[in-house]
């Protein structure tokens, strides 16, 4: 009984920590002109979890209480570097909440229907080679609206056509108010527990580094192949017509 008391109350601090977590990300992500202090505020937080992680033991209880507390200082410290808070700030923050709780379900749909379109196949490719998968592409198209020009436009387009998207499908099987409530209450921090636990460690940024250079380094091999098989084809089709008379 204690033991399952354990894993339970480990499971409730970890899906608590990982919710705070998504609703801090929009807040950050929302900012104005104080894009660049929340980030630097989110980095040192990211970088400072592991080491309280770390220093948890192997007590999955401790871990889990310092991720909510990490999370909590993470959150408070957001709100007093923004405050104070304006009606505008807020607003752009329930945006982004609308953005990452309807984009998820359109993109858990794009997912399902991977294996019948072609279209999905090649959105799902690109989520996948995200770091922290669907949460990891919400954050880099939130911030890549951000600059001008046509990269800021076309982010910002998915952003918005994800969002009315997920909300198309919610309101045709009539969970348009149901969806938020069950992502945010159950979803959300299990999801990211899963998807974005192993991103606090800088192995895994090593790894998928190593490995997305490793891809690269084969791609343009393949490329370099494809040239040179299609230069050798090209002398012996010359000689080959050369040869061919005309009929008389």
Known sequence: VEILQSRLWTKCLRQIAWTLGGLG????????????????????ISAGAPLMLSRSGRNEVNAAGCTLIVVLAWLTLAGCAAWPIRAWRFMHWLHAVAQLTYGWLAITYVDDARPRLRVARGVMTVVDLMPGWKFGAFVLLSLLQRLPGLVGAISQAVLVSSMLGGACIAMRRGRVLAWPVAFWSIAIGHQLDIDCCRWLEPRAWWQHCRWQAMRLKSCICCLFERLGQKADVRPVLADTTSDVVAPQ
Not at 28 to 39: M, R
């Open 25 to 44: 990300t929009a807040w950050i992500v929302s900012a104005g002109e104080d894009l660049l202090q929340q980030l630097i505020l989110a980095l040192s």
